[in-house]
């Protein structure tokens, strides 16, 4: 399985309704997506979601997209794609940082794999524990009876768990988003929020406390990705679970943040975390801690979508569910037959590789032309 051919497509696809968080506002996800074609002509795909910029970490599409055609394609033609390992520790040692880059050409050398054994990715890594992953719908940041109309939408499509983007505005202001939400959704429905690293160590307890009433499942990051002891103090304050998104990328983020304690819940992303294994590798740290795991998402395609479902089913500590809602608030897709849900969850996929068809007609209509 030499590769023979490395191609890496620029490409923005507009979300579906304006997503604010306490950092930017998305009018469309920023994608690069990764084509490698094997000599023999088996093709896979991986895709790297930015949001507008070097907003949530320092990767953009534009940097994905440099990096990977100056310093990744030159090197990957002629070599071996079965040797996902060696590649994965090579790639790692050529580009340092950069996950986002690295782990949508990862994602495509599971495809290729996947494909050519004709298994699905999962078997790969162990075969699945789950065959759908209960599924939390992002609540952005809107006027407060938008956000209600939504929330009462989406509940009657059957979803189950809202999370809700804080942090934008006064703390006051989010208790009340809050407090109307769980209104709106009554006592059944799972609620969590997202701070996104916007509080400080003080607001961050006093926004907790004031949510207490609302029975919250988590709250996500509340301080910034660097403050490990904020976090640590958070959680050992509050009764509300904590859980880390930005200052978890890899197994040693997730092994200092288990060491400074507090943290119960750790996020996986294939992007923050290099790819599948590296993310598999937070995985298998938060099981060592005793610590659960939730699969986030960066609002993929299917395509990234199918790459994080892969392991949402094989990796046993994803107790908390997953957000893999991308291709439900994007406009468009890439793939011929989009991810599927029901019920509240994201159904297993079962096709080769990552088990999606990309329609290349698909990625051309949505490829950045300037
Ligand atoms: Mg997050």
């Keep these: 399985m030499i590769i023979g051919d490395v191609r890496v497509i620029r490409a923005d696809i507009p979300v579906a309704r304006p997503h604010?968080?306490?950092?930017?506002?998305?009018?469309?996800?920023n994608f690069v997506f990764v084509r490698l074609e094997t000599r023999d002509g088996l093709v896979g795909w991986g895709e790297a979601a930015c949001l507008g910029g070097p907003t949530w970490s320092e990767e953009s599409a534009e940097s994905v997209a440099a990096t990977l055609e100056r310093y990744v394609a030159p090197w990957l033609r002629g070599r071996d794609a079965t040797g996902i390992e060696a590649l994965r520790i090579e790639m790692a040692?050529?580009?340092?940082?950069?996950?986002?880059?690295?782990?949508?050409?990862?994602?495509?050398?599971?495809?290729?794999?996947?494909r050519a054994l004709g298994?699905?990715?999962?078997?790969?890594?162990?075969?699945?524990?789950?065959?759908?992953?209960p599924l939390s719908w992002?609540?952005?940041?809107?006027s407060p009876d938008?956000?209600?109309?939504?929330?009462?939408?989406?509940?009657?499509?059957?979803?189950?768990?809202?999370?809700?983007k804080t942090a934008a505005h006064p703390v006051a202001r989010d208790v009340e988003r809050v407090r109307r939400i769980r209104e709106a959704v009554g006592p059944d429905v799972a609620l969590r929020v997202?701070?996104?690293?916007?509080?400080?160590?003080?607001?961050?307890?006093?926004?907790?406390?004031?949510l207490e009433p609302y029975g919250l499942d988590f709250v996500e990051q509340p301080v910034a990705r660097w403050d490990l002891e904020g976090l640590a103090h958070i959680g050992r304050s509050v009764a509300v679970p904590i859980m880390a998104d930005e200052s978890c990328f890899t197994p040693q983020d997730a092994l200092a943040i288990a060491r400074a304690g507090g943290v119960s819940i750790l996020a996986l992303k294939l992007t923050k975390s290099a790819g599948i294994l590296g993310a598999l590798a937070v995985a298998r740290v938060a099981e060592a801690a005793g610590l659960g795991c939730y699969v986030g998402c960066m609002i993929e395609t299917s395509l990234g979508t199918a790459a994080y479902l892969q392991v949402a089913l094989a990796a046993a500590p994803v107790t908390w569910g997953c957000e893999l809602f991308g291709p439900l608030l994007l406009r468009g897709d890439v793939v011929r037959q989009p991810v599927r849900y029901a019920d509240g969850a994201i159904l297993a996929l079962d096709g080769p590789g990552l088990g999606v068809e990309v329609d290349e007609t698909f990625v051309k209509e949505w490829t950045r032309r300037a």
């Design 20 to 29: 604010a968080m306490s950092f930017t506002t998305l009018e469309a996800v």
């Design 93 to 114: 040692r050529r580009v340092q940082g950069n996950p986002f880059a690295r782990a949508a050409v990862e994602m495509a050398l599971w495809d290729l794999a996947g």
């Design 119 to 133: 298994v699905p990715v999962h078997r790969l890594l162990g075969g699945r524990v789950r065959d759908r992953v």
């Design 138 to 142: 992002s609540l952005a940041v809107a």
């Design 146 to 164: 938008a956000e209600v109309a939504e929330a009462r939408a989406r509940v009657a499509l059957g979803h189950r768990i809202f999370k809700l």
């Design 194 to 210: 997202d701070a996104n690293q916007g509080w400080d160590r003080p607001t961050a307890l006093r926004a907790i406390r004031a």
